[in-house]
């Protein structure tokens, strides 16, 4: 059983930037796709970054392109959301996901081919 338990959620104004990690557990993180998923009140969960399990290949939805980063440490079974430019429409439950997909190229981004989901961190943009 792989295990994500975020951090890095927060309050932040218009423009501010957060970091969010996500440490993984019970199992190494190298055959699995990871990725960060949000979900707004409301609103259906959605993509926002995934990467390989090489990390070689990454997705951003178009709403966050060019302001958010994703990265991994393999070493450390630690996935990162680097959030910069963050707007109100940003502010949601951020949830860590982890998809098994082997050595591929694969990032599995879609909410119903993730296999393990983190508990969720609060990300709330406002002035």
């Known amino acids: 059983q792989l295990q994500l338990v975020e951090s890095g959620g927060g309050l932040v104004q218009p423009g501010g930037s957060l970091r969010l990690s996500c440490a993984a557990s019970?199992?190494?993180?190298?055959?699995?796709?990871v990725g960060w998923f949000r979900q707004a009140p409301g609103k259906e969960r959605e993509a926002v970054s995934c990467?390989?399990?090489?990390?070689?290949?990454?997705n951003y939805a178009d709403s966050v392109k060019g302001r958010f980063t994703i990265s991994r440490d393999n070493a450390k079974r630690t996935v990162y959301l680097q959030m910069n430019s963050l707007k109100p429409g940003d502010t949601a439950v951020y949830y860590c996901a982890a998809s098994w997909s082997g050595q591929t190229t694969q990032t599995k981004c879609i909410v119903g081919l993730v296999n393990y989901w983190g508990q969720g961190t609060q990300v709330t943009v406002s002035s």
């Open positions: 019970g199992f190494p993180t190298d055959y699995y796709a």
């Open positions: 990467m390989s399990s090489s990390g070689g290949v990454t």
